[in-house]
């Protein structure tokens, strides 16, 4: 994690980075390498005098390559819209256009099996900037409707997911 906060990561290549030493955490080379090669991580510090037992365990250079990877694709822009409804009965909703993936959550706001009642939220999410057409339904009431997607943070709609 020190390694990582520090901001001693650099990508030097599409799977390669430049981890720099930190002679507090037992470094003894200013700088090392870690590939990603065929799936799995290899580093620098492995041709090392404590190579053996660093190639057995993840490598505390490998561990900070894995948290600027996932920091970095998380802080990456993705484009979206939110539309929450609240409908008594079915509910539907259809993205006509190709290239975006919809996130939905359902909550039952009540338990009559005659007249159910749900709070439906859907997350619409593209790579791209673009306005989607959506048809929905909601209970009795049926239309389609056209979204604009807003620039937000990966991060933001991960959280969503859970």
């Avoid at 906060?5 to 981890?19: C, D, F, K, P, T």
């Avoid at 409908?87 to 975006?100: A, H, N, P, R």
Wanted: proline share 3%.
């Amino acid at each position: 994690m020190r390694r990582f906060e520090n901001g001693s990561v650099r990508q030097v290549a599409e799977n390669a980075w430049v981890v720099r030493g930190d002679p507090r955490l037992g470094d003894r080379y200013p700088n090392y390498v870690v590939r990603l090669r065929d799936g799995r991580y290899q580093c620098s510090c492995f041709e090392t005098g404590w190579g053996l037992r660093r190639r057995g365990e993840v490598c505390t250079h490998i561990a900070a390559v894995i948290l600027h990877r996932e920091y970095s694709r998380l802080m990456q822009p993705i484009y979206a819209a939110v539309i929450s409804m609240e409908c008594e009965g079915d509910y539907y909703i259809e993205v006509l256009d190709k290239g975006v993936k919809a996130i939905r959550r359902v909550r039952a706001l009540s338990s009559d099996l005659t007249k159910p009642r749900y709070r439906v939220t859907y997350v619409i999410t593209s790579n791209e900037p673009r306005t989607v057409r959506i048809r929905y339904a909601c209970g009795d009431e049926t239309g389609e409707t056209e979204v604009a997607l807003s620039k937000v943070m990966r991060f933001v709609i991960e959280l969503m997911k859970d």
